[in-house]
């Protein structure tokens, strides 16, 4: 399958704890995308990368989230102090570096914060 | 001035029958709009796009009307079969990387 992979497709946490997200973009995308996605509702951008240099934060990221990208590969989302505010699907997106060209999303990390 | 409206919230069309939703949006930077279709479980996939230089895009079955002076679009999906059954996303981005605003979704039901 070399479509945009994410681990664990599913995280329960105990409020208070820390997780990470993991994201393998498409292999030749350096351009890479996290969302975050509640329920009944579309996804929301949290931030981008450009191979691995993170371009853009949304207000959303609060300093308990933190992103990275080394060597413009795979990518991870760590949230910190874990609230239930938190619980939702966290999507990852990859594209190439063009001008509107399809963002091609994974299957989304739900995590679920008890 | 960054959002996007859309509507209905949810969708019931016997099998053979026009899908109809639509957006709205404010921001006139927005120069990038596609529709996304979500399975439960699944992430958001690129069903069609169009850029606001034409009014019009049809892929196979699926149409984006697009009204520049009104800042709206909508998806017209033709002869809808139950397998369209889904969630349906429209997007607006300003096309120079995929931040993507995106409305809230509407839950397509296509009855037999």
């Known amino acids: 399958d070399t479509g945009v992979s994410q681990n664990p497709r599913h995280k329960i946490t105990k409020r208070g704890q820390n997780v990470t997200f993991r994201c393998d973009p498409i292999?030749?995308?350096?351009?890479l995308y996290w969302y975050r996605q509640t329920l009944g509702q579309g996804p929301e951008f949290l931030t981008y990368?450009?191979?691995?240099?993170?371009?853009?934060k949304s207000r959303l990221l609060s300093d308990r989230f933190s992103a990275e990208r080394p060597k413009g590969s795979f990518s991870t989302l760590e949230i910190q102090r874990t609230e239930q505010g938190d619980s939702a699907m966290y999507l990852c997106?990859?594209?190439?570096?063009?001008?509107?060209?399809?963002?091609?999303f994974g299957q989304g990390t739900r995590l679920t914060v008890v | 001035q960054q959002q996007v409206k859309q509507s209905p919230q949810s969708l019931i069309v016997q099998k053979g029958g026009i899908s109809i939703i639509n957006c709205a949006y404010e921001?006139?930077?927005?120069?990038?709009f596609p529709w996304y279709q979500q399975f439960p479980g699944k992430g958001p996939a690129l069903l069609i796009a169009?850029?606001?230089?034409?009014s019009e895009k049809k892929e196979g079955r699926f149409t984006i009307s697009f009204n520049k002076s009104a800042k709206q679009f909508s998806l017209h999906i033709m002869d809808s079969q139950p397998g369209d059954s889904a969630t349906y996303f429209c997007?607006?981005?300003?096309?120079?990387?995929?931040?993507?605003?995106f409305g809230a979704g509407t839950r397509l039901a296509v009855h037999p």
């Open positions: 292999s030749e995308h350096n351009r």
């Open positions: 990368f450009q191979n691995e240099a993170q371009l853009e």
């Open positions: 169009i850029r606001p230089d034409v």
């Open positions: 997007a607006a981005g300003n096309g120079g990387y995929n931040k993507l605003i």
């Open positions: 921001n006139t930077a927005f120069d990038y």
């Open positions: 997106a990859s594209s190439l570096d063009r001008t509107n060209t399809e963002a091609f």
